[in-house]
């Protein structure tokens, strides 16, 4: 029997909450596709930190690199300044692992009601690894009249090259429609940069048609009519902005799933529900699971299972559609463990396709 051996970093807040469901259904999808996890769990988080100091230890990444895949909860807690706890452990798993797309799918399940009452099947390619993200700036004249931060994007050519490649050949494989986000009419290095090597690698992809549009107009055009849209690709801020958006127009930013993807397979790839650990609700057993379960799901697609996959999603969308056993972000009453016991029992008893 296969076996995979998965690095798990629940982390903080609903992370602790969502992350064992999520490990429960892949449990239950593999015994019935016939392959098993070994999960090695890490407690790196920012109670790690409030009592040695560091989010991770320093070996840290060399520590992840042995696993074929690493699947994160969520990161973050008050008491903890934001930039040090992601800068402690997740972004520097993404940089290293050379994890540069984050694949985003977005999808109106039946039984969902969406803000936008329009049919909705996209996927946003967020460039993962450099962009706005970055370490370069500073901090001057602290507490000076003239005190002011800078921040310094970075685009190469070789890391938005590859990131568009990823998101045209996605578009190819599916409606063959890709949107880039940009904003080259105010930001006038980067973002025309950016156009220009869309153009560019549009030329090498003709089966796919494809637009641009700035990044605000496009935040409109999501709400007002997502569902022309079918692969948008966007730079790192961009991206991460547009995903909780469309997961909201969608229903609930508690569904949607990520994938930090080393394309090339020369690292582990990352798994982990686009939302946050949700300080506002953790503790109370309510989070929504669908974003770390879906993420599993793609867990298991990277590490060979389509099938698994594909069952596990059909689960969620099952569930939806009965419409029971809904979570409170989703105007329901449902606690985590009754939706994820819901999947689990279709998973279990082979009733997946409704
Ligand atoms: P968030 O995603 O944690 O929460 C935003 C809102 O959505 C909150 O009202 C929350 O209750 C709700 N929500 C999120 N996930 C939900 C779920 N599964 N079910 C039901 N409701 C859900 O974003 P935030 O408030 O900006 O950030 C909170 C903390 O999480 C911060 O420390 C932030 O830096 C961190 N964060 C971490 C990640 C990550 O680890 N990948 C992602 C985003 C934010
Ligand atoms: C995400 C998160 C992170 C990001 C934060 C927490 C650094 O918002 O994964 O979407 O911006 O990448
Ligand atoms: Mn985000």
């Known amino acids: 029997m296969t076996t995979h051996d998965i690095a798990v970093i629940p982390g903080d807040g609903i992370g602790l909450e969502v992350t064992p469901a999520a490990l429960e259904v892949v ?13 090695t769990e890490y407690d790196w988080s920012c109670e790690r930190y409030k009592r040695e100091g560091a989010m991770m230890p320093p070996d840290g990444i060399d520590r992840l690199r ?11 807690a008050p008491g903890v300044p934001d930039h040090v706890s992601l800068w402690g452990l997740l972004i520097p798993i993404r940089r290293a692992f050379r ?24 996927v946003v390619v967020r460039e993962n690894t450099e962009g706005e993200y970055s370490e370069i700036g500073g901090r001057m004249n602290r507490g000076f009249p003239g005190e002011m931060a800078v921040q310094e ?9 590859r990131v568009l490649d990823y998101a045209f050949d996605l578009a190819s494989r599916r409606r063959g429609y890709l949107t880039s ?3 080259s009419n105010g930001i006038v290095h980067t973002m025309p940069f950016w156009d220009e090597l869309v153009e560019e690698r549009a030329r090498e992809h003709p089966g796919v048609r494809w637009d641009q549009e700035h990044i605000d107009a496009l935040c409109a055009k999501l709400v007002l009519g997502p569902s022309r849209f079918d692969v948008i690709v966007g730079s790192n801020l961009f991206g991460d902005i547009l995903s ?3 997961a909201a127009v969608a229903g609930s930013i508690g569904i949607a799933p990520s994938a930090n993807l080393n394309p090339e397979r020369e690292f582990p790839s990352m798994f ?3 939302h946050g650990s949700a300080p506002d609700i953790a503790g109370r057993g309510v989070a ?3 974003g770390a379960i879906w993420s599993a799901a793609m867990m298991l697609e990277h590490l060979g299972h389509p099938a698994a996959a594909d069952e596990i999603v059909a689960a969620i969308a099952a569930v939806l559609a009965k419409g029971d056993v809904r979570t409170r972000d989703l105007g329901g009453t449902a606690g985590t463990d009754d939706f994820t016991r819901a999947v689990l029992t279709l998973i279990t008893e082979g009733r997946t396709e409704g």
């Open 66 to 76: 042995g696993h074929d895949a690493v699947f994160l909860g969520a990161v973050g």
């Open 244 to 246: 909780d958006l469309a």
């Open 272 to 274: 982990e529900p686009v």
């Open 153 to 161: 994007s970075v685009f190469t050519r070789a890391g938005v090259t």
């Open 99 to 122: 994890q540069y797309v984050n694949l985003r799918p977005v999808r109106l399940f039946d039984g969902i009601e969406s803000p936008v009452n329009a049919a909705i099947d996209l």
């Open 181 to 183: 986000a940009t904003k």
């Open 27 to 39: 449990r239950a999808a593999g015994r019935r596709h016939g392959f098993t996890c070994q999960f």
């Open 288 to 290: 929504n699971p669908i």
